[in-house]
């Protein structure tokens, strides 16, 4: 299964978001392999996941952070759907 998704970012100094966002994963089997596009290879990324049941108002939830471009998700319940984001995030100086 492969879907696309983006988050866009409302502050005007904040990091350009990533794009092309691509989840891939065989029958709802773990673990789930993200990868997606950014101009700044070394920036810092926040991954966050909800349920997909939630698709109305997800809770959004901190799963990791890397300086990647890809990431594999272990650790969820097998067999759930769920939702992904990826947030370039502004290093502190």
Same mark, same amino acid.
């Not at 879907?3 to 891939?24: D, G, H, V, Y």
């Not at 029958?27 to 997606?36: D, K």
């Not at 700044?40 to 996941?49: A, R, T």
């Given at each position: 299964? +492969?879907?696309? +998704?983006?988050?866009? &970012?409302?502050? @005007?100094?904040?990091?350009? %978001?990533?794009?092309? @966002?691509?989840?891939?994963?065989?029958?709802?089997? @773990?673990?789930? #392999?993200?990868?997606?596009?950014? #101009?700044?290879?070394?920036?810092?990324? @926040?991954?966050?996941?909800?349920?997909?049941?939630?698709?109305?108002?997800?809770? !959004? %939830?901190?799963?990791?952070? &890397? %300086?990647?471009?890809? $990431? &594999?998700? %272990?650790?969820?319940?097998?067999?759930?759907?769920? !939702? $992904?984001?990826?947030?370039?995030?502004?290093?502190?100086?």
């Amino acid at each position: 299964v +492969m879907k696309e +998704m983006e988050k866009s &970012t409302s502050t @005007l100094n904040a990091p350009k %978001r990533p794009i092309a @966002l691509q989840i891939a994963t065989a029958n709802s089997v @773990l673990p789930i #392999h993200l990868e997606w596009n950014y #101009h700044d290879p070394n920036s810092l990324f @926040l991954i966050e996941y909800a349920n997909f049941e939630e698709a109305n108002k997800p809770a !959004w %939830r901190a799963f990791s952070e &890397t %300086r990647s471009m890809s $990431f &594999t998700v %272990r650790g969820l319940e097998k067999g759930q759907a769920y !939702w $992904f984001r990826i947030s370039a995030m502004a290093d502190v100086v």
